[in-house]
């Protein structure tokens, strides 16, 4: 079926290509034949509005010179050939097209699939179960993942380093206390160590036990996620599910759950958990980048390509046309005043990562770094997970600030 409906719609196009090609064959003429016959018209036209006096002699003169010059140049272009040039024009057309038929044939058959058989809705739910099962287990996944550079430290505060050296040593000698463990998994993601943040989050958790809390699961579950190379595993999948049944709303760990049906060929089940999440935002969440990214592609495969995901919000109307109107100085005044602001709303009532990361920025364009390294060193210990202080990050590296 597939091979009559490509032929058919193949012979379709060809015709519709070669058609007019072919329907000029035994009409054609060369362009500089029609020149002339409308020079020529044009010439008697000037003629007759001379006698009706419409130009005046001088025109008419003018006029007649000029269309001789094109009279002169056409006829040069005419007998210089060109009559037999339309004939071969339907032959080599069509040779052309049966090339481009055959390459395109070719390339099929050595880069497609043509013996496959089509795949109804319902094998295609068999194979992404089939795929779900056949997941790697954490051990295996990680032993598959690319190695990971080891963090460099060479720009780290070497007092800083003395205190977790320390503080791994107080985890060692009351390995089961969560207060401790809370920390060094903190402070061991902020080093980049993950292998050693992972092992304390899973020690954190498992001294919890029940009382373990969403957030807490959800950190772990995004530690083993980055071990196994960004694959959610059966028992990163046990951990999210823990994180949910304590909060469902987890916005952090709905997301990994909508990874986790994309990665098991099930973008359906995906859609409506990431459209909720683009739709409840904030804007300024840390996994709306990646679900605007993939939401229109997600929708169309989910079988609603119809949807229109939520308008990013615009800036300030009024402000942007304020700072049009204004000097240099005055300008600067306002960029100024509004850092400020942004950096005292921060500090007193908090704000998303993606706020933080304006503050870094603006602060390194207006020169402060030591500003902004200060700002960089507070979000480090608002937003412990990785996930959350990745556009913190971004920033500082482009405010030229070393981590």
């Known amino acids: 079926m597939f091979w009559i409906f490509a032929g058919g719609l193949t012979a379709i196009v060809a015709f519709a290509i070669l058609s007019p090609v072919w329907r000029a064959r035994g009409r054609a003429e060369p362009a500089a034949a029609y020149d002339l016959r409308v020079y020529r018209d044009q010439l008697r036209e000037v ?158 958790v498992r001294v919890a036990g029940d009382d373990a809390t969403a957030a807490q699961l959800m950190q772990l579950a995004t530690l083993m996620i980055e071990a196994a190379g960004g694959l959610v595993t059966p028992e990163a999948e046990s951990v999210l599910a823990k994180a949910l049944a304590k909060d469902p709303d987890q916005p952090q760990a709905r997301y990994l759950q909508g990874v986790l049906l994309i990665q098991s060929g099930r973008p359906d089940r995906a859609f409506p958990i990431w459209r909720r999440l683009l739709e409840e935002g904030p804007e300024t969440a840390p996994w709306i980048p990646s679900i605007r990214a993939a939401i229109a592609d997600l929708a169309w495969l989910a079988g609603d390509a119809d949807y229109t995901p939520p308008a990013l919000p615009g800036p300030d109307a009024d402000a942007m046309a304020a700072a049009d109107d204004m000097s240099a100085e005055d300008r600067q005044q306002m960029i100024e005043g509004m850092v400020a602001g942004l950096q005292q709303r921060l500090a007193s009532e908090g704000g998303s990562p993606a706020e933080w990361a304006r503050l870094v920025d603006a602060l390194g364009v207006l020169g402060r770094t030591d500003q902004a390294r200060a700002i960089v060193e507070e979000a480090r210990a608002r937003f412990p997970e990785p996930d959350a202080f990745a556009p913190i990050q971004e920033a500082a590296r482009a405010a030229g600030l070393r981590p």
């Open 47 to 204: 003629d007759r509005d001379l006698d009706r006096g419409v130009i005046r002699a001088d025109d008419a003169d003018r006029l007649r010179a000029e269309i001789g010059r094109k009279v002169l140049d056409a006829d040069r272009r005419l007998s210089q050939g060109g009559h037999g040039t339309a004939a071969g024009r339907p032959l080599a057309a069509g040779l052309l097209m049966a090339l481009l038929i055959a390459a395109a044939a070719a390339l099929y058959l050595r880069e497609g699939v043509p013996g496959a058989p089509d795949m109804p809705l319902q094998a295609r739910v068999a194979a992404a179960d089939a795929a779900y099962r056949d997941r790697p287990t954490q051990a295996e996944a990680e032993a598959a993942a690319p190695l990971r550079p080891e963090p460099d430290l060479s720009g780290v505060d070497p007092e800083y380093l003395d205190m977790i050296k320390q503080l791994r040593a107080a985890v060692a000698r009351t390995p089961e206390d969560p207060q401790g463990l809370q920390l060094l998994a903190t402070h061991e993601m902020r080093l980049g160590n993950l292998p050693a943040a992972r092992d304390a989050q899973e020690r954190l």
